[in-house]
Nanobody, 127 residues
Framework: QVELVESGGGSVQTGGSLRLSCAAS????????MAWFRQAPGKERERVAR????????SYMSSVKGRFTISQDNAKNTLYLQMDRLKPEDTAMYYC????????????????????WGQGTQVTVSS
């Protein structure tokens, strides 16, 4: 049984930084995708960034490129999201997720393809 527990959310002003952590317990296959999703009130859940556990390759949604960095520490079984130059539009509940890869070891942008989820951590950015 896999359990994901996020931490590190909070309230910051525009331009500030936060570092989210996701501690995983249980076995997660090395070929799994790990991702951070976010969901703002009244909006769909969207994938912010993902990392492929096997080779560490990463991908980001366009609005966070150059500001957010996803990383992993496999020894600690922990996923991170470093968020810099935060904007009010980054305000959302942030979720850690894990799921199997698709065709060609691709990592899906669809929340439905991830089968393990954390409880979420709130990020609020004020102007």
């Amino acid at each position: 049984q896999v359990e994901l527990v996020e931490s590190g959310g909070g309230s910051v002003q525009t331009g500030g930084s936060l570092r989210l952590s996701c501690a995983a317990s249980g076995y997660i296959a090395l070929n799994y995708c790990m991702a951070w999703f976010r969901q703002a009130p009244g909006k769909e859940r969207e994938r912010v960034a993902r990392i492929y556990r096997g080779n560490g390759s990463t991908s980001y949604m366009s609005s966070v490129k150059g500001r957010f960095t996803i990383s992993q520490d496999n020894a600690k079984n922990t996923l991170y999201l470093q968020m810099d130059r935060l904007k009010p539009e980054d305000t959302a509940m942030y979720y850690c997720a894990a799921g199997p890869p698709g065709t060609g070891s691709s990592c899906s942008t669809s929340a439905g393809m991830y089968n393990y989820w954390g409880q979420g951590t709130q990020v609020t950015v004020s102007s």
